[in-house]
C-alpha cells in the first residue's frame, strides 16, 4: 500500500444494521455480476432470467437491482418489527459487501466524514488496517 494514503492508521467500522446504505435515491444503483446473479437465482429458487424479469434492470452493458419505485430503497431491503434488513444477505453482492470501503468514500477523511454522516456505523467498532481497506476497496 502507498504510504501516502491518509488512512496508514486504519479505519473503523461496525455496521448498526440501520438500513441507510440501501435507502433512497442518492444510494444509486446496486451492480451484480453473472456469477452473483447465478448464486442469488438458485438461493431465490428460480432461473436467472427470472430473477432478471423479477428484480434486475439492465443500465448500459451492466446489470442492477430494482430499486423500489416510490422510496427508491433496494428491492430487497425488507422491515421486520419495524426493523430494516437484507432479504438476500448472505447472497448481496460484492458491492454491497464492502461498503464503506468505496473509492469515493476513501478519497480523504472528508469524503469519509461526508460518509459517516448517514452511515452510524462508520468510525466504530472494528479497526480495518490499511491492506484490507486496499482489498475490498478492488473488489
Known amino acids: 500500500m502507498p504510504k501516502n494514503k491518509w488512512?496508514?492508521?486504519?479505519?473503523?467500522?461496525?455496521?448498526?444494521?440501520?438500513?441507510n446504505c440501501c435507502s433512497g435515491p442518492e444510494e444509486?444503483?446496486?451492480?451484480?455480476?453473472?456469477q452473483?446473479?447465478?448464486?442469488?437465482?438458485?438461493?431465490?429458487?428460480?432461473?436467472?432470467?427470472?430473477?432478471?424479469?423479477?428484480?434486475?434492470?439492465?443500465?448500459?452493458?451492466?446489470?442492477?437491482?430494482?430499486?423500489?419505485?416510490?422510496?427508491?430503497?433496494?428491492?430487497?431491503?425488507?422491515?421486520?418489527?419495524g426493523l430494516p434488513g437484507c432479504a438476500i444477505y448472505n447472497f448481496r453482492p460484492t458491492q454491497c459487501r464492502t461498503w464503506p470501503?468505496?473509492?469515493?468514500n476513501l478519497h480523504s477523511p472528508d469524503d469519509w466524514n461526508t460518509a459517516a454522516q448517514k452511515c452510524p456505523g462508520l468510525n466504530k467498532g472494528k479497526?480495518?488496517?490499511?491492506?484490507?481497506?486496499e482489498k475490498l476497496k478492488k473488489m
Request: glycine share 6%; charged share 25%; hydrophobic share 40%.
Open 7 to 19: 488512512y496508514v492508521n486504519g479505519l473503523h467500522f461496525e455496521c448498526q444494521q440501520c438500513g
Open 101 to 104: 470501503f468505496w473509492v469515493y
Open 127 to 133: 479497526l480495518y488496517i490499511p491492506d484490507e481497506i
Open 36 to 81: 452473483e446473479i447465478e448464486k442469488l437465482a438458485e438461493h431465490l429458487q428460480m432461473t436467472p432470467a427470472e430473477l432478471h424479469k423479477k428484480y434486475l434492470r439492465k443500465i448500459g452493458l451492466r446489470i442492477s437491482i430494482k430499486e423500489d419505485p416510490w422510496t427508491k430503497d433496494c428491492i430487497f431491503l425488507k422491515r421486520t418489527n
Open 28 to 34: 444509486g444503483v446496486i451492480w451484480i455480476n453473472k
